[in-house]
C-alpha cells in the first residue's frame, strides 16, 4: 500500500496515513478495554471463589480431603485355638479371603454388583440383600459383600479390580473345625452377632460384623477366646485401593483352651453312635473332668462360619431327629433300672433293707388290685439285693420303694446329682426331674399315690436324668460317695507369655453314705458285667473288669422317627453306665440309645470301646 503511495518532495503523503490511524485508534482502544474488563472480572471472579474455598471453607475441604485420602481399618483377631487334653488341635483358625464394598467408592453400584455376581457365580439378589441387611453401616465402612471365597473366585475377582471401584480383597482368620463335626454339642459354633446382642451391654468393645459363639464352649469362653481387635490407617487412591500403611496397632489373638477332652475316647464315641440317635458321655470319676462328649445326630459347623441360606436355616430346625439338641446333658430321659443301684443305697444307708434282706419274685407284684410285672415274666424267685442288682429284678425294687417312701427316695437321688443342673462349664444344661409328694401336689394339685411309688423306684414314671448326671452319679457310685462338678476346659492360656491358668477341681459333695454299702453296690455292679447270669456279660473282659447297669426306659408318645426308621418308633430306650477299673474307677461312661431296646446288647458294647479307648491312650506318650 505504501509503494502505491505518491511522494511528494521526498516525503510520504503524511496528512493521509495520520488521518487513517486516527480514525482506527477509538475501535481499538474500545476491545482492549473491553478485552481487559473481562480479564479483569474472571480474576476477580477466581480469587472470590479461591478466597472462599480457602478461607471461608477450608478448615472443612481440608478434613474432607484427609478422610478421602486416609482411612481406619479395624483389624479382626484370631480367635484362641482349642486342644484336647494331649494337645490335639480341635478348634483352629486358617485364612479366608472375603470379598469387600466401600459404598462411598463405587460409581455404579448396580453394574458393580452384576460384575461381581457374574465374577463369584452367585445372584445379584444375593448381594443385594447383603448391602441391604448392612443400611446401619456408614458408607466409609467396608461391609463383607461374600465371605471366603475359593481361589478361582480370588483370581478372577483379583483380575478385575482395577475396574470395580470400591471393591477390596480382605484376608481375615476363619474358625476351622478339624473333625467335621465331632463333638459339635460340646464346643459350639459361631455366628455374627445380632442387633439385639450388640445392645445388650455384654458385648462391649464388640462391632456389627463380628462372629461371637452362639453354643457350647465357644459361647461359655468368649471373652477368652475372642481376643482384642486391631486397626490399622492407610491412605487410599482415588478408587479406593490401598497405597500405603500409614499406622498399625496389631490385634491381640485371643486365649488358647485346652479341654478335658480326650479326641481319642471322642472318636470312638462319635463312631459307636454313628447312625443311631443318642448320647455318650465320659468322665473322670477322680475330679470330674469330662472326657468324651459326643450326641448324635450332630450337625456341621461349618455351616455356621460360612453363613446359610434362610432355607438352610429353618431346614436344620425343622429336621424331625434334632440335630442341634445337645442329648448329652440338654435332653432328660426316663433312667429305667439305671435308678436302681441309688435306690438300693438309700434303703441300705435308711436300714430299710440290709444285704441280706430277700423278697421273692414271681414275675410281678399286685398292688392296688392291679399287676406290676417285673421284666423276667417267669420272675426271679427269692433274690437279695446284690443278686437284684445283677439281674435287675423289678419285684424286689417294687417292695424295696414302698419301705423307702418317694420322699426318701427323691432326698438320696438327689444327693446324687439328679433332679438338679450339674453344673458343667457350657450352656443349655436340663435339670432333670427327681419327684416327690411336695412337688406332685405343687405341680398337680393331687396327692401322691403309692402305686406311683413302684414306677419311681424302677427309675420309670416322673423320673428323667441326662447321661451326664447319670455319669457323674455312677462316678459318685464308683469312687465311693464324692459327687465332682463336672468340667471340661483343663487350661486357659494367660496373656503373658508361657502363662497358663489351671482349672481346678470342684468337690460338690461328700454323700453321706456308710462306704460298707458303697461296698457292696460295687461288687453287685461288677457282677452285672462278669457274672455269667448279669444283664451286661456280654462286654465282660477280664483284662479290663468294668462295673455297671443296664436300664431299659420305656417310651411313650414319640412323635419324630429317628432317622426316618418308624419301625423303631415303639422300642424303648436302651442306656449303660459304668465304670472301669470296677474297684479303681479311671473312667465312667454313660449311654443312652433312643429306640434301642435293651441296655445289655445296645448300649454297654459302645461304653466299653470308649472305655478300652482312653485306657489304652492314658498309657500312651501325650502328644506336645
Not at 478421602?68 to 479395624?74: A, G, K, P, V
Not at 435339670?431 to 411336695?438: A, E, K
Not at 403309692?450 to 424302677?458: D, F, M, P, R, V
Request: overall charge neutral; proline content about 6%; some cysteine.
Amino acid at each position: 500500500m505504501f509503494s502505491e503511495m505518491k511522494i511528494k518532495g521526498g516525503k510520504p503523503d503524511g496528512p493521509g496515513l495520520l488521518n487513517m490511524e486516527n480514525a482506527e485508534s477509538p475501535s481499538y482502544k474500545k476491545q482492549y478495554v473491553a478485552f481487559f474488563a473481562v480479564m479483569l472480572l474472571v480474576m476477580m471472579v477466581y480469587l472470590a471463589r479461591l478466597w472462599y474455598l480457602q478461607v471461608l471453607r477450608g478448615q472443612y475441604y481440608r478434613y474432607q480431603s484427609q478422610n478421602n485420602s486416609i482411612r481406619i481399618e479395624d483389624v479382626e483377631a484370631p480367635r484362641g485355638i482349642i486342644f484336647d487334653r494331649n494337645g490335639v488341635p480341635i478348634v483352629e483358625n486358617r485364612p479366608a479371603y472375603d470379598v469387600m464394598l466401600v459404598r462411598e467408592d463405587v460409581k455404579n453400584l448396580k453394574g458393580t454388583i452384576d460384575e461381581l455376581a457374574r465374577l463369584c457365580r452367585c445372584s445379584p439378589s444375593d448381594l443385594f440383600s447383603v448391602i441391604d441387611a448392612d443400611k446401619t453401616t456408614p458408607d466409609f465402612d467396608p461391609i463383607r459383600l461374600v465371605p471366603d471365597i475359593d481361589r478361582n473366585c480370588l483370581a478372577r475377582v483379583e483380575a478385575e479390580l482395577i475396574r470395580l471401584p470400591g471393591v477390596e480383597i480382605e484376608i481375615e482368620p476363619r474358625r476351622s473345625y478339624n473333625f467335621d463335626g465331632t463333638a459339635a454339642h460340646l464346643i459350639g459354633y459361631l455366628s455374627q452377632i445380632t442387633e439385639a446382642e450388640l445392645k445388650s451391654g455384654k458385648y462391649q468393645g464388640y462391632n456389627g460384623g463380628e462372629d461371637i459363639g452362639k453354643m457350647g464352649i465357644e459361647y461359655s469362653f468368649e471373652k477368652y477366646l475372642h481376643g482384642v481387635m486391631g486397626h490399622r490407617e492407610v491412605e487410599v487412591d482415588a478408587i479406593g485401593r490401598i497405597v500405603r500403611l500409614l499406622k498399625e496397632q496389631p490385634p491381640v489373638a485371643g486365649r488358647n483352651l485346652w479341654l478335658t477332652i480326650d479326641m481319642d475316647a471322642e472318636r470312638t464315641a462319635v463312631d459307636a453312635l454313628a447312625g443311631k440317635v443318642g448320647a455318650i458321655v465320659a468322665v473322670d470319676p477322680d475330679n470330674g473332668q469330662v472326657l468324651a462328649f459326643a450326641s448324635d445326630p450332630t450337625y456341621d459347623q461349618d455351616m455356621f462360619v460360612n453363613g446359610m441360606t434362610q432355607r438352610e436355616w429353618l431346614a436344620l430346625l425343622k429336621d424331625p431327629s434334632h440335630p442341634l439338641l445337645d442329648r448329652v446333658c440338654g435332653a432328660a430321659y426316663p433312667p429305667g433300672s439305671t435308678y436302681k443301684p441309688m435306690v438300693a443305697l438309700a434303703a441300705l444307708q435308711c436300714g430299710v433293707i440290709t444285704p441280706s434282706t430277700t423278697f421273692f419274685c414271681p414275675g410281678y407284684l399286685s398292688f392296688g388290685g392291679r399287676k406290676y410285672h417285673c421284666w423276667r415274666k417267669g420272675g426271679h424267685g427269692t433274690i437279695s439285693v446284690e443278686r437284684a442288682l445283677i439281674q435287675s429284678c423289678d419285684v424286689f425294687f417294687y417292695h424295696t420303694g414302698l419301705n423307702l417312701g418317694v420322699d426318701r427316695i427323691a432326698k438320696y437321688v438327689k444327693m446324687f446329682g439328679l433332679g438338679q443342673k450339674t453344673g458343667i462349664d457350657i450352656p443349655g444344661e436340663n435339670p432333670g426331674l427327681v419327684p416327690s409328694s411336695s412337688w406332685k401336689r405343687r405341680v398337680t394339685g393331687h396327692p401322691w399315690e403309692k402305686g406311683e411309688t413302684l414306677s419311681i423306684a424302677i427309675g420309670q414314671g416322673y423320673d428323667l436324668a441326662t447321661p451326664l448326671q447319670m455319669a457323674m452319679a455312677y462316678s459318685a457310685i464308683g469312687n465311693g460317695g464324692k459327687l465332682w462338678t463336672p468340667y471340661v476346659v483343663k487350661r486357659i492360656e494367660g496373656l503373658a507369655p508361657g502363662s497358663v491358668a489351671g482349672i481346678v477341681p470342684r468337690l460338690k459333695r461328700q454323700i453321706p453314705i456308710e462306704q460298707r454299702w458303697f461296698a457292696v453296690v460295687q461288687k453287685a455292679l461288677s457282677e452285672v458285667v462278669s457274672d455269667p447270669h448279669g444283664t451286661a456279660h456280654e462286654v465282660y473282659d477280664p483284662a479290663v473288669p468294668i462295673a455297671g447297669k443296664t436300664g431299659t426306659a420305656q417310651v411313650v408318645g414319640l412323635d419324630h422317627e429317628p432317622h426316618g426308621n418308624a419301625n423303631k418308633n415303639d422300642r424303648d430306650d436302651a442306656w449303660f453306665v459304668g465304670f472301669a477299673p470296677a474297684f479303681d474307677p479311671k473312667i465312667c461312661v454313660a449311654v443312652i440309645i433312643e429306640h434301642g431296646g435293651h441296655g445289655g446288647s445296645a448300649a454297654a458294647p459302645m461304653v466299653q470301646k470308649v472305655i478300652m479307648a482312653y485306657l489304652k491312650s492314658k498309657h500312651e506318650p501325650a502328644q506336645q
